[in-house]
């Protein structure tokens, strides 16, 4: 082979050599590229999920915790009293209706639709139940805002509905915080408690279903 064929392969070699080496730099360079842009869509998401977990959190109370010490500690004390007035104006005392069986249920009222309004609808409706207990729904709405309530479903009007507008009641008996609560520290959700005659407590139940149970609460009266 002559010294210019020689110089021809040799040269065809480096430029060969000198593709191989670009293509693989542009490859690496590639490579580098989507992961980084992986990285910052994974960082992205992470950040948009701790935001919305953030606005969650906001609105399910403002991140307070469930507590349900106070509440499941009432069973087998003594009820704590209260007066409350009714949408009709009539202020009921707790303590004068020692000698009847008394079911409360505190619930989140107008901002509960429909599951509470189901349920105080229910206990208007349920003449055998009103034989066996006293049922008083105590919400923390102004009274002046259920009108609403009523002209959406006008058969709450069957129903015992108290206003504890200041939430101390509510407070008392340990509601606001407990699991059932979409505000919590700041409204109750669906809770339940049955004060037997001599005003002891007897049953309490925090419902995170939010349905009716009536059938359930005149089987714990029926245990009295």
Same mark, same amino acid.
């Given at each position: !082979?002559?010294?210019?064929?020689?110089?021809? %392969?040799?040269?065809?070699?480096?430029?060969?050599?000198?593709?191989?080496?670009?293509?693989?730099?542009?490859? @690496? %360079?590639?490579?580098?590229?989507?992961?980084?842009?992986?990285?910052?869509?994974?960082?992205?998401?992470?950040?948009?999920?701790? #935001?919305?977990?953030?606005? !969650?959190?906001?609105?399910?109370?403002?991140?307070? =915790?469930?507590?349900?010490?106070?509440?499941?500690?009432?069973?087998?004390?003594?009820? =704590?009293?209260?007066?409350?007035?009714?949408?009709?104006?009539?202020?009921? %005392?707790?303590?004068?209706?020692?000698?009847?069986?008394?079911?409360?249920?505190? +619930?989140?009222?107008? !901002? &509960?639709?429909?599951? &509470?309004? +189901? $349920?105080?609808?229910?206990?208007?409706?349920?003449?055998?139940?009103?034989?066996?207990?006293?049922?008083?729904?105590?919400?923390?709405?102004?009274?002046?805002?259920?009108? @609403?309530?009523?002209?959406? /479903?006008?058969?709450? #009007? $069957?129903? /015992?509905?108290?206003?504890?507008?200041?939430?101390?009641?509510? $407070?008392?008996?340990?509601? *606001?915080?407990?699991?059932?609560? /979409?505000?919590?520290? @700041?409204? =109750?959700?669906?809770?339940?408690?049955?004060?037997?005659?001599?005003?002891?407590?007897?049953?309490?139940?925090?419902?995170?279903?939010?349905?009716?149970? +009536?059938?359930?609460?005149?089987?714990?009266?029926?245990? *009295?």
């Amino acid at each position: !082979m002559n010294k210019t064929g020689l110089i021809a %392969i040799l040269g065809t070699g480096a430029v060969l050599a000198l593709i191989l080496l670009v293509s693989n730099f542009n490859i @690496q %360079i590639n490579i580098n590229s989507k992961s980084d842009q992986v990285s910052a869509s994974q960082q992205t998401n992470q950040t948009t999920q701790g #935001t919305q977990a953030d606005s !969650m959190a906001s609105h399910h109370g403002g991140g307070t =915790p469930a507590d349900a010490t106070i509440f499941n500690g009432l069973v087998g004390k003594s009820a =704590p009293d209260f007066t409350l007035e009714s949408y009709d104006g009539k202020k009921v %005392i707790l303590s004068e209706l020692k000698g009847k069986n008394v079911i409360l249920f505190f +619930n989140e009222g107008l !901002m &509960c639709y429909p599951a &509470c309004w +189901n $349920q105080i609808a229910a206990f208007g409706k349920d003449t055998e139940l009103a034989k066996k207990a006293v049922i008083l729904n105590i919400t923390a709405d102004p009274k002046n805002n259920w009108k @609403q309530a009523i002209d959406k /479903m006008p058969e709450l #009007t $069957q129903a /015992m509905v108290l206003f504890d507008s200041n939430k101390q009641v509510s $407070q008392t008996y340990g509601v *606001l915080t407990l699991p059932s609560s /979409m505000h919590k520290g @700041q409204f =109750p959700g669906h809770s339940y408690v049955i004060i037997n005659k001599e005003g002891i407590i007897k049953f309490v139940r925090d419902d995170v279903q939010m349905a009716v149970r +009536n059938q359930e609460l005149s089987g714990e009266i029926d245990k *009295l």
